[in-house]
């Protein structure tokens, strides 16, 4: 049976669809009613969708994500960056909304991304906590630099304020992803299981859970992969250059690196690991890097084994 494949380029305004092998293509507003007609239209087809590839674009994207999961369409969120190399490598430069969906769903046919279905409403809610979050800490960075720097009283002042008013979000936030997570039994018993690693407290236990939902269900590699921590191999005929990490989902690098620090202190089989790795003549970054990836891989082995780290018998 033929199937379909949909390329959506999502906008604060609109939905741009792409229909594969039929090679249709319509426009929606990106409103309720926009997203009703598109789903219509969809049904329409005659054919059943094999997937809906689609950019994530923060708030943009939400709406009409839910609305399709919700309907029973099968979603493939593809990053930005595979999809303008995609359009690159194919020849087709050109960036409008109308080509950006022809090209996802094209995207779709030659790749076939993986479907991935949405996170919960209550994961969600955490994502943003999350972002604002982040976005906290930036200012508080900022705001403590500027510090230094300022002469005039009521500058310094202000400056204060800023940063008493930052801390007091970060507390208030903190304490809203703290409450979402214990009111929900599955995330709480993840968080149990992440915190009983050496070296792996609250903060950084709800951020794994944040930003890498899939940590237990994933391989090692692809855990590794996919918070950028792997290390890409460079090789061409008889040289072979130094493996490096790239890409990957940055934030989950940041709040790993301390808790490796702590590990190779207090973690009896990673504090062996890094100082195996510095007496084998590895720089001491490389070590840590190796350790925050190994940390993660023992968070996605537990969390696959449902069990809480133990210390091994002597």
Same mark, same amino acid.
């Given at each position: 049976?033929?199937?379909?494949? %949909?390329?959506?380029?999502?906008?604060? #305004?609109?939905?741009?669809?792409?229909?594969?092998?039929?090679?249709? *293509? @319509? =426009? +929606? &507003?990106?409103?309720?009613?926009?997203?009703?007609?598109?789903?219509?239209?969809?049904?329409?087809?005659?054919?059943?969708?094999?997937?809906?590839?689609?950019?994530?674009?923060?708030?943009?994207?939400?709406? %009409?994500?839910?609305?399709?999961?919700? #309907?029973?369409?099968?979603?493939?969120?593809?990053?930005?960056?595979? *999809? @303008? =190399? +995609? &359009?690159?490598?194919?020849?087709?430069?050109?960036?409008?909304?109308?080509?950006?969906?022809?090209?996802?769903?094209?995207?779709?046919?030659?790749?076939?991304?993986?479907?991935?279905?949405?996170?919960?409403?209550?994961?969600?809610?955490?994502?943003?906590?999350?972002?604002?979050?982040?976005?906290?800490?930036?200012?508080?960075?900022?705001?403590?630099?500027?510090?230094?720097?300022?002469?005039?009283?009521?500058?310094?002042?202000?400056?204060?304020?800023?940063?008493?008013?930052?801390?007091?979000?970060?507390?208030?936030?903190e304490t809203a992803i703290a409450a979402l997570i214990a009111g929900e039994p599955e995330l709480a018993r993840r968080l149990a299981i992440l915190t009983s690693i050496p070296?792996?407290?609250?903060?950084?236990?709800?951020?794994?859970?944040?930003?890498?939902?899939?940590?237990?269900?994933?391989?090692?590699?692809?855990?590794?992969?996919?918070?950028?921590l792997a290390p890409i191999t460079r090789q061409s005929g008889t040289w072979t250059g130094h493996a490096f990490i790239r890409g990957g989902r940055a934030v989950l690098r940041?709040?790993?690196?301390?808790?490796?620090?702590?590990?190779?202190?207090?973690?009896?089989?990673?504090?062996?690991?890094?100082?195996?790795?510095?007496?084998?003549?590895?720089?001491?970054?490389?070590?840590?890097?190796?350790?925050?990836?190994?940390?993660?891989?023992?968070?996605?082995?537990?969390?696959?084994?449902?069990?809480?780290?133990?210390?091994?018998?002597?």
């Amino acid at each position: 049976m033929t199937v379909s494949t %949909i390329g959506i380029d999502i906008s604060k #305004a609109w939905l741009d669809a792409h229909a594969l092998p039929a090679g249709l *293509a @319509r =426009r +929606f &507003a990106n409103d309720p009613a926009g997203q009703k007609a598109l789903i219509r239209w969809l049904e329409k087809l005659g054919q059943p969708v094999a997937r809906i590839v689609y950019e994530p674009t923060g708030a943009y994207h939400a709406g %009409i994500a839910r609305a399709l999961e919700e #309907a029973g369409f099968p979603l493939a969120p593809v990053n930005p960056r595979q *999809a @303008r =190399r +995609f &359009a690159e490598a194919c020849g087709r430069p050109a960036k409008t909304d109308r080509a950006d969906a022809a090209m996802l769903a094209r995207l779709g046919v030659a790749l076939e991304p993986p479907l991935r279905p949405l996170p919960s409403q209550t994961v969600s809610a955490l994502k943003q906590l999350s972002l604002a979050r982040q976005a906290l800490i930036r200012d508080r960075t900022a705001a403590g630099n500027r510090q230094a720097g300022l002469a005039l009283p009521m500058l310094k002042r202000h400056n204060a304020q800023r940063l008493r008013q930052i801390e007091a979000q970060l507390a208030d936030i903190e304490t809203a992803i703290a409450a979402l997570i214990a009111g929900e039994p599955e995330l709480a018993r993840r968080l149990a299981i992440l915190t009983s690693i050496p070296g792996i407290a609250e903060t950084t236990a709800s951020i794994l859970l944040i930003e890498m939902p899939e940590l237990g269900t994933l391989e090692a590699k692809q855990a590794a992969s996919l918070a950028g921590l792997a290390p890409i191999t460079r090789q061409s005929g008889t040289w072979t250059g130094h493996a490096f990490i790239r890409g990957g989902r940055a934030v989950l690098r940041r709040a790993l690196y301390m808790p490796a620090l702590v590990a190779t202190r207090f973690n009896p089989d990673l504090k062996a690991k890094y100082h195996q790795l510095i007496a084998a003549g590895k720089p001491a970054k490389l070590a840590i890097i190796a350790i925050m990836r190994k940390l993660l891989i023992l968070a996605n082995t537990l969390l696959k084994q449902q069990r809480q780290w133990a210390a091994k018998a002597a």
